[in-house]
Structure formats: C-alpha cells, structure tokens
C-alpha cells in the first residue's frame, strides 16, 4: 500500500492545466544558493513578482537564522513553485520543497510567513536528509518539529514582522495529533484549487 509522500507526489508532481490555467511557463534560477523553478499557470499572477517574494523571503532566513539556509543548500535539489493545495510541501521522492505560485503572489501579507513556511518544508527536509524513516502515525511529532522550527524563527525576526509567524506556530503547537498533522482529502483540496482558478480567470 503506498505511504502518505507517495500518495501526495502521485496527485501533485506534474501540474495539470485546469480550466482558467494557460499552458505552464516554466522559469529556472538560483536565488541565495538554492535553485529555483517556477511553473506558472495563471496568467493573472507575474512571475517576476512570485520570484521577487521568493528572493524576500530567503533574505529573511539567511539574515536571522543562516544555518538553516545552509541546510536548505545542503538537503534539497531545489524549490519548485507551482499551484499547489496548501501553502508548501516537501516532496521526498523528487527532494524538492514545494512553495505554492498563489502564496507567493500575495500581496497581503509580508515575506515572512513564506520563509515560515519554507523554514518548515526545510525541516522535513532535513529529517529526510538524515535517513529517518517516518511513518504516518509519526507525522505528529514532525510537524510539532517544524512548527518549534518556526516559532523559533518567528521569535528572531523583529516583532512586527514575526508576530504572525509567532501567532501561527502557536495555535498549531496548541493542537491534538490529529490537528497537527490532520488527514487532508488531496483530491478535494485539488478539486477546490481548479475551480478558484476558474473563478480567477472570470
């Protein structure tokens, strides 16, 4: 029976092209060390802007914690931004740290909930990188790592900048293991991505 990763790869590792989506428009390059591919398929959403955001938000985690950049050098093939169901996801079997285009597009809040959540993806990364085997029933304590991870990082940044990241880390550390690491229905999480795309191109 195949496990939580290989389920997620199989239903997110080639992006379709959805209704209200053009033909993906695929730009690689390096920001801080750690390529980058951004497969872009709103044309309402600049990928200069996406790769700006990008670029903010791994300033953020090489000023205020660079190790954890360096581990970002060291652990992954790259970043790749892409729609996506959540806001990021590691991806064991391509080892690449996924960072959603419609997260990086947003203009309503600052970079550092996107370093947050690069900073997470990282850790998983970095549990990978050391040859842990994860099983689902221990998905719980890792996410509880990632999100010290990101508290920590929140707790570096200067208030009014981490302040949300703070607020986040928290009330998800204050969680049960089922809503830390809660059972997510892929298929509907895509299903209801397709159709905001839809509405975004109306």
Avoid: K
């Avoid at 090489?62 to 996801?89: K, M, N, S």
């Avoid at 990978?128 to 940044?157: I, K, N, S, W």
Wanted: hydrophobic fraction near 45%; glycine fraction near 6%; aromatic fraction near 6%.
């Amino acid at each position: 029976m195949p496990g939580f990763f290989d389920r997620l790869a199989a239903l997110f590792s080639a992006p379709a092209v959805a209704a209200g989506t053009r033909a993906p428009v695929t730009v690689r390059t390096t920001l801080h060390g750690v390529p980058v591919e951004v497969i872009n398929t709103r044309p309402d959403i600049a990928t200069a802007d996406v790769l700006a955001r990008l670029d903010e938000s791994l300033a953020l985690i090489g000023t205020y914690q660079p190790w954890r950049l360096a581990h970002l050098r060291r652990d992954i093939r790259g970043i790749r931004v892409e729609r996506f169901a959540c806001r990021g996801a590691f991806i064991p079997q391509d080892n690449v740290i996924i960072t959603e285009l419609t997260f990086l597009a947003r203009r309503d809040i600052s970079a550092a909930p996107v370093a947050s959540s690069i900073l997470h993806e990282g850790v998983h990364a970095r549990v990978h990188a050391m040859g842990v085997y994860r099983t689902e029933d221990q998905l719980p304590r890792e996410e509880r790592l990632c999100r010290r991870a990101e508290l920590a990082f929140g707790q570096a940044l200067p208030p009014e900048l981490g302040a949300p990241v703070v607020e986040r880390a928290l009330a998800s550390l204050s969680l049960d293991d089922r809503g830390v690491a809660p059972i997510v229905d892929w298929q509907e999480a895509q299903r209801r991505q397709d159709a905001a795309d839809r509405n975004a191109s109306t």
